[in-house]
């Protein structure tokens, strides 16, 4: 190299990252040419570490901290070799900064319903969302496995890439667990607990770290959910007065929120009590009527028995309607007429 090209030549003294931007969870300085100076520093703030990649592998992690790139201050992994020469004279390496704080309230969800078995409702589709958070474990096994090299790596590049990790989990999760879905619906809490073990498995392959996991809400698609609700609906049937307290408080919302408000619904329940009253006072009248009648029939059957029973014209027009309806044969009607004749005559 000539005089006039090394003096040309950039070198870096310092290398750092100030985290400018928003998101980026790993960031290559830009080298554009330029060397490391030996002796430079390297300044690595907190929730930070720094990558070393020389000819396509990764040298060196830095935790927080200012370092001085020198042969004696520099750790030397003995799988690269000439590592620990490459600061006797300016060289030039990528550099590599991940931020390790943790990323908090990211969302997830299903955009697709997940199918699982269920006890219950046999194979159900569910939909559920929430929110997790995470940060960079190791930033050696993210950048072979997931950022590589790119200038940038943002969350929304490796969130991306965790929702199918995430879905994926939850349906392997919820099926191994044999979790009704009305008992996760009722404690998401429990949902969450089954699906977190495993999700945080699968993201340590890639380098990262669960912080937390929770479900949202638990929802089935509109069909199903119908039915159920029928279902939910014929079970409280069950029980005339709680259902009625039931259709009550569903029509309280309801009503407050037409014309006549709350009002409307103690108009609403007066008609019904006043209806109500007519009803069984009504009934009772009826009742009352009817045993009346019974008894008027009963009393005007006796008094036409013992009638016919003394008046023997009466009674040969009794039998004598018997025998045209063929009711008795003419054989017991002559004897029938005898006997009334006879008590007749004496």
């Known amino acids: 190299m000539s005089l006039a090209s090394f003096i040309k030549k950039q070198f870096i003294d310092i290398l750092e990252w100030t985290e400018d931007a928003e998101g980026v969870l790993s960031w290559r300085y830009p080298m554009d040419g330029m060397e490391i100076q030996n002796g430079g520093a390297l300044v690595v703030r907190e929730s930070q570490v720094a990558v070393f990649v020389n000819e396509g592998k990764v040298a060196d992690v830095f935790a927080p901290g200012t370092y001085k790139l020198t042969t004696q201050t520099l750790p030397v992994l003995t799988y690269l070799k000439n590592w620990d020469k490459l600061f006797q004279s300016p ?3 990528d550099v590599y900064f991940f931020s390790t704080r943790i990323q908090t309230g990211r969302r997830w969800g299903t955009q697709q ?3 699982i078995r269920d006890a219950d409702f046999g194979m159900v589709r569910l939909r559920a969302f929430g929110l997790y958070s995470y940060r960079i474990a190791d930033a050696k096994v993210l950048h072979t496995e997931l950022s590589g090299t790119r200038d940038m790596y943002t969350r929304d590049d490796v969130e991306e890439q965790l929702r199918g990790i995430i879905l994926a989990t939850m349906a392997n999760s919820i099926g191994v667990s044999k979790v009704n879905f009305l008992d996760m619906a009722a404690n998401q809490t429990l949902m969450a607990s089954q699906v977190k073990g495993d999700l945080a498995t699968a993201l340590g392959k890639y380098g990262l770290s669960l912080d937390e996991f929770n479900v949202a809400s638990v929802s089935l ?15 409280m049937a069950g029980d005339l007065n709680k259902y009625t307290q039931f259709q009550t408080a569903n029509a309280i919302p309801i ?3 037409n014309e006549g408000g709350i009002a409307g619904i103690g108009a609403g329940l007066a008609s019904g009590m006043a209806i109500g009253q007519q009803m069984a006072q009504g009934m009772a009248n009826g009742l009352s009527t009817v045993q009346s009648t019974s008894a008027n029939a009963v009393t005007g059957q006796q008094n036409v028995g013992a009638a016919t029973a003394d008046d ?3 009674r040969l027009e009794t039998l004598k309607g018997l025998l045209d309806k063929s009711l008795i044969s003419q054989v017991e009607f002559d004897a029938a007429k005898a006997e009334v004749l006879k008590r007749l005559v004496g």
């Open 221 to 235: 698609p509109e069909e199903l959910q119908a039915a159920l609700d029928k279902r939910i609906s014929m079970g």
């Open 113 to 115: 319903p997940i199918t």
């Open 312 to 314: 023997p014209a009466a």
């Open 91 to 93: 060289f030039k390496s």
């Open 255 to 257: 009503a407050a929120a």
